[in-house]
Structures are given as C-alpha cells and as structure tokens.
C-alpha cells in the first residue's frame, strides 16, 4: 500500500495482505491443534518403529499444508515453492517456530530446506532433479556438512580437502557438528579446492551421498539442547571423518563454475536462512511470553498476584519491547531482500540487517525465555513446563550459523565504512564557534554596531 503525503507517495507499511493473512490465521490454528500436541509425546518418537507411527501421523498433515499451497513455500515458483518472498515467509516461520516440528510438516526444516535451496539457486540442472526435487517431496534428508573441530567461526581455516582424479573428487577430513547426518541421504560438504591468495576463493560445496564408502560418522554428539541424543535419531549433531570419499566430479555444487564458489554459495543460503531462525525464535519467544503474562495473572503471593509487582511489570514491559524491536528488524530484512532481489541485486546489500537481527534475535529470545523460567519459580526450572528445554535450545542460537560476536563485528565494520577519521572532533565546538564566526562575520560585525 502506498501512502500519499503531499505530491510524495511513500511506501512504509506494517499491515499483512488480508488473503495473506487468512492463510496465516489457518497455519496459526494448524500448529496450534494438530502439531504442538505431539510435543508431549516425544519420548515415543525415538524408536524407529515410533518414528513410523510420527510419519503416519504427519503425512496426512503434509497433505493438508500441501492442499493449503503452502508446503516449501521457501523456494521459487519454478523449483516448486510459492515465490512468497522473505517477508511472508518471516511470518510463516514466526508461526512455525512454536513448535520444534512445526517446520518438517511444512517442508520447511533446516537444513534440508537450506540446501534445498542451495541447489536451487546455485546447482545445475542435473542437481536439482537428482537432490533437489526428492528434498521437496521429503523422500530424503539432507545436511549441511562445513564446520570443523578445528575450524568454524572463520571458516577460511576449514582444512578438509578435496582433490581432482579425473573424473572424480578425492575428499579427506574431520566435520563436527554436521546436523542431521546420522539420519541423512546425503552431505553437503565444504572443501578446501584451491589455493588462490583470497582465501575466500579456494571452497567449494560438493555433494557426498552419505552412505559414499570413507565417510564414517562417529557419533552424534550429545549437546546441551539434547543431553541424551543417541546417534541416529534426528535433530543430532554428528562427528564424521571423510577419509578418501570418491564422488563423482559433477557432484560439486553448482558443476565447474562452482569451483571456489563455496563462500558466495553459503551466503546465499545463510542469509535468508536467518530471516527464517529469527522469526522462528521470535515464534519461541512469543510462547514464553505467553507463560509469563498467564503466570503474572495467576501466582498469588506476598499480598498480591505477581502482575501487580512492578518487577515483574517490568519483565512484561521489557520483553514486549525486545520482541517487537526484534520482529520490526527482522521483517524489515526481510524487506530489504526482497527489495534486493526484485532489483537483480545480491543479498549481502543487506548484511548490517541480516546481522543485526541474527544476534538480536537470538538474546531477546534468551531472554524472554529467562524471563518466564523465573517467574514460574521452582515449576519453571521442572521438565513439567516447557520452558527449560527451549532455554536450552535458546542457547546454541547465539553460536550457530555464525556466533553472535562475528555477526556484530560485520554491523560495525559496515557502519564503520559511513565515517571517516576526525582530529579535532566533527563537534568540537571550539572549532565549529571559530568557523561560525566567520561564517557570519558580516551580521556579527553590525550586531557589534549596534549593541
Ligand atoms: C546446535 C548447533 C547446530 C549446528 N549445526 C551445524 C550444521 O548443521 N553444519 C555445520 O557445518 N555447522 C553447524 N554448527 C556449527 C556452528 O556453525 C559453529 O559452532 C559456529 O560457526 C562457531 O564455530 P565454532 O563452534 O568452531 O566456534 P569458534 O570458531 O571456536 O569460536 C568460538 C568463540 O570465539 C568467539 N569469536 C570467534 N570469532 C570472533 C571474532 N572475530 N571476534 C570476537 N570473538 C570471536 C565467539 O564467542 C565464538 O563463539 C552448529 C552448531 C550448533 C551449536
């Protein structure tokens, strides 16, 4: 919508499309009756033969969000999405992150969705209809294979390598923290492949089937967020050793011309992947919140229920602001790349936004987590509520894809580039009186005159 001040006409709009909006309603209520209620049940999941009964429950579910045409709405039209763009696919996934498998019954869960994309955008054609095309139709699981013991925040000191034998690629090395690999069909690996003075320019993404002969996956590795994983189940995090993995040369992502394209590659798939995380933790913030208003109406002590402490007023005060500060700057990322993209631009133009809303996102949550935890007393550090384990959750989001201190020293070098150095300061005001006076010389001569 466009707004008209004056012969301007403006666009600066917070209201959703009505149509659009329906279909959020519907995935509101969706979430909320059909998918949360299987939370509970969890522990039942686990076995493979759980694991069948989750599939027949879902699939008629995946049915439904593919009659509602909004199964893979994260793709391009042709690649079979929906073409929604980052701003109605930031408020579907506010809704989906409610619920930790919210997002796989809208084909839509990391990281399959990721490389899904990935390939999408930068794989050939070949690519797409062998790996792409069955992630969509959720045949097979995928994961994301870059981070390294030795090696993650800067990713130029990744050491696995791959090398050319002919026809094929000859890959060596150690990843950790490659999620979902244990229950996957296949890695999307980031290899060292050259040797070029920028070092952003010797990485590429090569496809590894992951029952490939060398690749050995150790173990999922148990986490914070799942203590108890065992290897195999999803949602793990696995150790692998690539020791002489021979795929196919074709396999590398996006054919020749993919060579030493892996770090473009990655941004791609990164960026609006992190408008998804950050309206998914707004989703979780947003539930704890909810906890929190419901137990400041409900808890009676020391003379009045605890919504009349002005403690806890602040908390609520607080946590709203952070929330909304924290969806306004995700929403208008999301913007911005929409923007860019309509213009034939690339997303890293929107890598202040991208990265503020990645550490933002991830301490508001934290905190409106915390928040919750403690106003529910004892009950909020039990297994009885769901809040200790979103807080445990909350707490890899300000590590993974990128730690919260690498996303803040990309803001500041971006801004930094808006300044320039000043010695004296710009407002030093001696300096800036000597250069009034002389600005205005001739009006201070005559008041002069006539004072
Ligand atoms: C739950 C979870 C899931 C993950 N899933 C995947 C996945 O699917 N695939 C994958 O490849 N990886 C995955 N990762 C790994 C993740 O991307 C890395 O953990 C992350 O990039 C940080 O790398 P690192 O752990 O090696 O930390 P390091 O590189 O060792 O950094 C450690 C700390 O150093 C500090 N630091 C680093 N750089 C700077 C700097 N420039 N200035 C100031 N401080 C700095 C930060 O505090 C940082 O947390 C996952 C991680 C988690 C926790």
């Known amino acids: 919508m466009a707004a008209t001040i004056g012969v301007c006409a403006m666009a600066w709009d917070f209201e959703t499309e009505p149509d659009f909006e329906a279909k959020l309603e519907w995935m509101r209520q969706f979430v909320r009756e059909e ?7 969890a522990d039942r999941w686990r076995s493979a033969e759980g694991r069948a009964v989750f599939r027949q429950i879902t699939d008629p579910l995946k049915d439904e969000v593919r009659r509602q045409g909004l199964w893979a709405a994260h793709l391009p039209p042709d690649m079979g999405g929906q073409g929604f763009g980052q701003v109605k696919l930031g408020l579907m996934h506010e809704i989906l992150g409610q ?93 060292k492949t050259g040797d070029h003075d920028k070092p952003y320019k010797n990485f590429s ?148 936004e991208i990265g503020v809303i990645k550490f933002w996102g991830a301490r508001v949550m934290y905190n409106v987590i915390d928040r919750a935890i403690q106003i529910h007393g004892s009950l909020g550090y039990t297994t009885d509520l769901p809040l200790e384990s979103m807080y445990r959750a909350a707490r890899a989001a300000r590590i993974y894809d990128g730690p919260d201190e690498v996303h803040k020293v990309t803001v500041a070098r971006q801004i930094l580039k808006g300044y320039r150095p000043s010695d004296p300061p710009v407002e030093h005001i001696p300096t800036r009186r000597a250069a009034a006076l002389e600005k205005y010389a001739g009006y201070l001569d005559e008041l002069a005159i006539t004072s």
């Not at 396999?251 to 309206?279: D, S």
Request: glycine share 10%.
């Open 35 to 41: 998918i949360i209620p299987l939370e509970t049940l």
């Open 205 to 352: 993404m090569i496809i590894v089937p992951t029952a490939t002969p060398g690749v050995a996956i150790l173990r999922d590795v148990p986490t914070m967020g799942e203590p108890d994983h065992r290897t195999g189940e999803p949602g793990g995090h696995a150790e692998i050793l690539y020791r002489d993995v021979r795929v196919p040369f074709d396999n590398i992502v996006g054919g020749e011309a993919g060579i030493g394209q892996g770090f473009a590659l990655a941004q791609k798939r990164l960026g609006p992947g992190r408008i998804h995380h950050a309206m998914r933790w707004l989703g979780q913030s947003r539930r704890a919140f909810d906890m929190l208003c419901e137990r400041a109406l409900t808890r009676y002590t020391h003379g009045s229920i605890l919504a009349e402490k002005q403690m806890v007023q602040d908390w609520i005060a607080e946590s709203y602001a952070e929330m909304q500060a924290a969806r306004l700057l995700t929403l208008q990322a999301a913007w911005k790349m929409d923007q860019l993209h309509a213009a034939g631009k690339h997303y890293s133009d929107a890598r202040v």
């Open 99 to 191: 619920c930790a498998y919210a997002p796989s019954v809208f084909g839509n869960q990391a990281p399959d969705s990721g490389n899904a994309e990935l390939i999408a955008v930068g794989g050939t054609d070949a690519q797409r209809e062998q790996w792409m095309q069955p992630l969509l139709d959720g045949k097979v699981r995928s994961s994301f294979s870059m981070t390294e013991p030795g090696a993650g925040a800067d990713p130029t000191l990744l050491k696995t390598v791959a090398v050319r034998d002919g026809g094929e690629w000859v890959i060596n090395g150690h990843k950790w923290f490659s999620s979902n690999a244990s229950i996957s069909d296949f890695l999307v690996v980031m290899v």
